[in-house]
């Protein structure tokens, strides 16, 4: 069964970002999104998504360690569903596929604000 977003809304954005790995010359980058939903106690809204992208130097495995990030964002939501029932791992794949297009939106504003082209993202996630 699809998760059906009821509410969902931005509550903190935090950005950092590397002008001097970004703007290199010659250099190629790769993208990692992570989210993750929790349940939440004690507030109005009963989950909370956090979503983190990095954007870093793509390197060999033997380099990983002296990899530099270009630029990395952690965003996390209020979340309200249809049914907030998130035990299993499918249920939150189900809750990442259906909020990642909203993410995504946060996204590109967040790369229009530094004036940097957006990197290739997936078109879904989860």
Known sequence: MTKLIQRMGLIS????YNPDVLERSNVEFDVSARQNVAEVKDKSWTLELELTLDIHEKVGASEEANMQTAFEIIMRYRLELDNNDIKTDALKKEVYAATWPY????????????????PALPFSIG
């Open 13 to 16: 954005a935090r950005s950092t």
């Open 103 to 118: 993410c995504r939106k946060d996204i590109d504003t967040l790369f229009c604000l530094y004036q940097l082209s957006l």
